[in-house]
């Protein structure tokens, strides 16, 4: 008896979509679109996982080649009679000036990376709230 019923209910509201099946629908939709998010995710952060490997090797090869760049020039410099403290102070003072050019290089850079405006376009403050705009 209770199949006749819902078999009845099911043609009387064939016609017509009840709320029950527009939020199933909306869920099926919303898991599909997360585990979609999910799958993105992974191979992002598969991607930066390969790209972070890549870049500590480039870093290893890139210090090698100073190295090697400052232990060339000193044996220029060794077999011209220059002294041996005379070559260890120049190749520390070299490898400090380039420290500093690369820290400067990174405040630039970490100081350019804000994300004021960024929140200032999602959430303005009260100064920007009341300014017109301007074109």
């Known amino acids: 008896m209770s199949d006749n019923i819902s078999q009845s209910e099911q043609q009387s509201t064939q016609g017509s979509i009840t709320f ?50 400052i232990a060339a020039v000193a044996a220029v ?10 070559i260890l102070s120049v190749g520390a003072l070299v490898s400090l000036i380039s420290a500093v050019v690369l820290l400067s290089m990174v405040n630039r850079t970490l100081s350019a990376m804000n994300f004021t405006r ?3 376009a999602l959430i303005p403050s009260d100064d920007e709230s ?4 301007s074109n």
């Open 130 to 133: 009341h300014r017109p705009e």
């Open 77 to 86: 410099a060794w077999s011209y009679g220059f002294s041996l403290m005379a």
């Open 20 to 69: 029950e099946q527009v939020t199933k629908a909306h869920k099926l939709w919303f898991k599909r679109l997360v585990g979609l998010g999910a799958i993105e995710a992974k191979i992002w952060v598969a991607s930066s996982a390969q790209l972070v490997a890549l870049m500590c090797a480039v870093a290893v090869l890139l210090v090698t080649t100073w190295l090697m760049l």
């Open 118 to 120: 960024t929140l200032d």
